[in-house]
T-cell receptor, first 115, second 114 residues
Framework: GENVEQHPSTLSVQEGDSAVIKCTYS??????FPWYKQELGKGPQLIID?????GEKKDQRIAVTLNKTAKHFSLHITETQPEDSAVYFC??????????????FGQGTELSVKP | NAGVTQTPKFQVLKTGQSMTLQCAQD?????MSWYRQDPGMGLRLIHY???????DQGEVPNGYNVSRSTTEDFPLRLLSAAPSQTSVYFC?????????????FGEGSRLTVL
């Protein structure tokens, strides 16, 4: 089955700097790669996603890149702000024949943005 | 719109006890799933369902049962709780049974097994 590795586990940056979180996946059949943000005491929320037919997607200060050949994808946050501090999860999944899809998550990255 | 509602938010059990974590969504979503979150291990899929009457196993199904008798509800049952099941549990739903739609998560249920 799918296995997703996420690095780093913790990341500390100064306000205004960029943050990059990287993930690798194992199943070449995976074709959907979302990123979730989890604030303290809450459930994760989708912040951006990318499909396998796209190499890069951007939404304001957030961008995701995908390299299908190397089976890795990354989250880039520019001009970080204290409210970006949270745990970020990558995930990978693909449609399982006749059964809908499974979404497998990485281990999470705790991002701390210092003012 | 309530979204995904989980109850209870906190529960303490003794080893061997049984309990059910409740999950309900009011968005008419086809897909529902249960994850557990443990430090350093991210979110691991326990069971999922692509529609009423259909369930399947995720990464870590042992010790858990589910059923999906209605579109709205997806309860998770622990038949004989073990300390290894101490975790935070999240229910999540998505509009479609096929991947590519946003997963909406509940606020979590923190379970401690003594």
């Amino acid at each position: 089955g799918e296995n997703v590795e996420q690095h780093p586990s913790t990341l500390s940056v100064q306000e205004g700097d960029s943050a990059v979180i990287k993930c690798t996946y194992s199943d070449s059949a995976s074709n959907y790669f979302p990123w979730y943000k989890q604030e303290l005491g809450k459930g994760p929320q989708l912040i951006i996603d990318i499909r396998s037919n796209v190499g890069e997607k951007k939404d304001q200060r957030i961008a995701v890149t995908l390299n299908k050949t190397a089976k890795h994808f990354s989250l880039h946050i520019t001009e970080t702000q204290p409210e970006d501090s949270a745990v970020y999860f990558c995930a990978a999944g693909g449609v399982i024949y006749n059964q809908g899809g499974k979404l497998i998550f990485g281990q999470g990255t705790e991002l701390s943005v210092k003012p | 719109n309530a979204g995904v509602t989980q109850t209870p938010k906190f529960q303490v059990l003794k080893t061997g006890q049984s309990m059910t974590l409740q999950c309900a969504q009011d968005m008419n979503h086809e897909y529902m799933s249960w994850y557990r979150q443990d430090p350093g291990m991210g979110l691991r899929l326990i069971h999922y369902s692509v529609g009423a009457g259909i369930t399947d196993q995720g990464e870590v199904p042992n010790g858990y049962n589910v059923s999906r008798s209605t579109t709205e509800d997806f309860p998770l049952r622990l038949l004989s709780a073990a300390p290894s099941q101490t975790s935070v549990y999240f229910c999540a739903s998505s509009r479609s049974g096929r991947l590519g739609g946003e997963l909406f998560f509940g606020e979590g249920s923190r379970l401690t097994v003594l």
